[in-house]
């Protein structure tokens, strides 16, 4: 019996190119977001606060990075969970869940290696960041 696993994390190199490539669509798109890159286990791995995004989009950009962590993006996991009374009632309760758009989760291979969240305009304009984030790994 193994008493130790492996397991894969994004880069701080990786991470930072994504927040980044997130920023710099932030500009193109003339919003300041809040970009932040999580590890495997849910701990910040970078970050980046433009200027004039409100206050609560720290946590908020942490919480989509978080939720997306399940393996999908943030905005599917209400679909995921609608159609179970139990989940549905269940996880307003759990802390860092949210089910709108901004996160998506960092893919290598089929691992989750991390995730990325974005949040400081509309949800349309946090997923087009955070899709610009994940370009990093092209």
């Known amino acids: 019996m193994a008493q130790t696993f492996e397991k894969q ?19 193109e798109l003339g919003v300041p977001q809040v970009v932040a890159v999580l590890d495997e286990s849910g701990l910040l791995k970078a970050f980046c606060r433009m200027d004039g995004t409100p ?3 720290i946590e908020v950009s942490q919480n989509k990075a978080y939720t997306a962590l399940f393996g999908m993006p943030s905005h599917e996991f209400f679909n995921f969970i609608k159609d179970d009374p139990a989940l549905l ?3 307003p ?7 709108f758009g901004g996160g998506l989760p960092i893919q290598i291979g089929d691992r989750v290696v991390g995730a990325i969240g974005v949040s400081g305009g509309s949800v349309e304009q946090d997923i087009e960041c955070a899709q610009a984030g994940l370009g990093a790994l092209a």
Do not use: C, F, N
């Open 9 to 27: 994390s994004v880069t701080d190199e990786l991470a930072q190119q994504m927040v980044a490539a997130a920023v710099a669509k932030a500009k």
């Open 55 to 57: 206050l609560v989009s």
């Open 89 to 91: 009632a269940g996880v």
């Open 93 to 99: 309760h759990i802390p860092r869940i949210v089910t």
